[in-house]
């Protein structure tokens, strides 16, 4: 049974940082491609950070040089060191097995962690 678990979520204020974990049970990082989406009240969840099954990484526009996506295969755990935290981020974000952020169909998620930056 596939399972993926985030930890690391918090409230920090705007312009700190915080790093996420997504641990990952019955399947294998260096096999499959996997992400971080995220989801803010009232809003659409979007996609933020995609490593695809050639390691090949995307960042949303809204992210770019402030988010930073790694895996740790050995681990099996995925990692989305975020700086630079603006109120905007604020949200659940997930882990999710996906290879692109706009993937429609998407099978295996976590249960998500809270981000929250007031403003």
């Known amino acids: 049974q596939v399972q993926l678990v985030e930890s690391g979520g918090g409230s920090v204020q705007a312009g700190g940082s915080l790093q996420l974990s997504c641990l990952a049970s019955?399947?294998?990082?260096?096999?499959?491609?996997i992400g971080w989406f995220r989801q803010a009240p009232g809003l659409e969840r979007e996609g933020v950070a995609v490593i695809d099954m050639r390691a090949r990484i995307t960042y949303a526009d809204s992210v770019k040089g402030r988010f930073t996506i790694s895996k740790d295969n050995a681990k099996n755990t995925l990692s989305l060191q975020m700086n630079s935290l603006k109120p905007e981020d604020t949200g659940m974000y997930y882990c999710a097995a996906a290879c692109t952020l706009t993937q429609s169909q998407i099978s295996i998620w976590g249960q998500g962690t809270q981000v929250t930056v007031p403003s």
């Open positions: 019955g399947y294998t990082y260096p096999q499959y491609c």
